[in-house]
């Protein structure tokens, strides 16, 4: 249920965000939930949610948990959200395996999904060539490894995404 925006909470965590929460309206007990709050203090009582008592938020605490979170999710009926995670799980696999016709389509089906996406009509070429011209990976060079620099391009007229995958060693 998105009672009090629970649901849309527990999706913003999934992302890897935090969530504002009032831990005093809590009651300590687990049969009465009159918002989201107490609902989210509950899950940090028996440890599904870290609460970070300086920003008064709660976020999910490790990878595990985030696992508990969508297999629950997964036998709701929360479809929409379990479809998406599994639409992004499959275009970062494809990403990762340099896959661009994969990450284009994937991409494609993001787009018919959000249409307020705007996009540059830019070449893929051009737009890898941006992100080292413009040294957009000097923000990471304390990192050391291998990146993958990805480049799409979304033509206006037949609505179709191309992507292009670099390698790319820091």
């Keep these: 249920m998105n009672m009090d925006g629970l649901k849309d909470a527990v999706i913003k965590m999934l992302a890897g ?26 899950l940090v ?17 490790n990878r595990e948990v985030s696992k508990e ?23 970062l696999e494809s ?3 340099m896959n661009g016709a994969a990450v284009a389509d994937g991409i494609d089906k993001a787009h018919n999904e959000i249409s307020i996406l705007r996009y540059n009509d830019k070449n893929v070429d051009g737009a890898i060539s941006q992100l080292k011209s413009r040294q957009y990976v000097e923000a990471l060079k304390d990192y050391k490894g291998n990146l993958l620099l990805v480049g799409i391009n979304y033509d206006k007229k037949t609505k179709e995404h191309l992507c292009e995958i670099e390698k790319w060693k820091l």
């Design 17 to 42: 965000e935090s969530e504002k929460i009032n831990t005093g309206t809590f009651e300590n007990d687990m049969t009465s939930f009159a918002t989201k709050d107490d609902v989210l203090t509950l």
């Design 95 to 97: 990403l990762w395996n």
């Design 69 to 91: 979170y969508l297999n629950a999710i997964s036998t709701m009926d929360w479809d929409e959200v379990s479809k998406s995670i599994k639409a992004s799980q499959k275009l």
């Design 45 to 61: 009582h028996l440890g599904y949610l870290t609460y970070d008592s300086e920003t008064e938020e709660v976020s999910i605490p």
